[in-house]
Nanobody
Framework: QVQLVESGGGLVENGGSLRLSCAAS????????MGWYRQAPGKQREMVAH???????NYADSVKGRFTISRDGAKNTVYLQMNSLKPEDTAVYYC?????????????WGQGTQVTVST
């Protein structure tokens, strides 16, 4: 069991930057995968970035080269650094944790944080 709380969203100009934080209620060093997803009005929720317990990161093509996901085990926190933001990045961003322990699969979600990029 782990609770996730996102923060760092807000309103930014086209081309600006934001850093999102996902604070977990316990250690995340052994969680198999942590990731960021987003959902814009009228669209499906999509994977933005995820990172494994070994530090391997993967990104959606639309954000590759602009966004960076990272983990800080000492702070039980996952970050998403977003640079060169575009209006199409506007969405609610959700933190996700996927954990498998002795065959038991658990999937946890935060409540989301709004990111709005002006034209």
């Amino acid at each position: 069991q782990v609770q996730l709380v996102e923060s760092g969203g807000g309103l930014v100009e086209n081309g600006g930057s934001l850093r999102l934080s996902c604070a977990a209620s316990r250690s995340i060093v052994s969680i198999n995968i942590m990731g960021w997803y987003r959902q814009a009005p009228g669209k499906q929720r999509e994977m933005v970035a995820h990172i494994t317990s070994r530090g391997t990161a993967n990104y959606a093509d639309s954000v590759k080269g602009r966004f960076t996901i990272s983990r800080d085990g000492a702070k039980n926190t996952v970050y998403l650094q977003m640079n060169s933001l575009k209006p199409e990045d506007t969405a609610v961003y959700y933190c996700n944790a996927y954990e498998v322990v002795f065959g038991l699969k658990s999937d946890y979600w935060g409540q989301g944080t709004q990111v709005t990029v002006s034209t």
